[in-house]
């Protein structure tokens, strides 16, 4: 059961908001001709790249307590509203890579990340 993103109210700046859908495909090699293709799964998994703006260190605290302890180091999935969308989905932090923190100011920090964005909730 996906674990819920913490209520952080913050400032969601949509013009860091991209959406790439990932290959849904599977290739083979083949010794004589053209590589097979198929299917790899029924639905296309989207790696989602987003900034939260404008977090106090309470409210970065309260996310950096919920990625270890909630999603055990992002490794978890959880549930998460889409900002554009704005319907529950289950996400997760792909393998590659977690978050990253940038100082505003001294108090204020943004958040960004890339999100893998499974499916509805």
Do not use: C, H
């Amino acid at each position: 059961m996906p674990v819920a993103f913490p209520a952080i109210p913050s400032d969601f700046d949509a013009r860091t908001f991209a959406r790439t859908p990932r290959s849904g495909r599977i290739s083979f090699e083949t010794d004589v001709g053209l590589p097979i293709q198929r299917r790899q799964v029924t639905q296309v998994p989207e790696d989602v790249r987003i900034s939260f703006e404008s977090w106090t260190k309470a409210q970065l605290f309260t996310f950096e307590t919920w990625f270890r302890d909630d999603t055990f180091g992002g490794s978890e999935p959880f549930t998460l509203r889409d900002p554009i969308e704005n319907i529950d989905y289950v996400w997760q932090f792909p393998a590659e890579t977690t978050y990253e923190i940038t100082a505003l100011s001294t108090q204020l920090f943004r958040v960004s990340t890339t999100l893998l964005r499974i499916r509805p909730a």
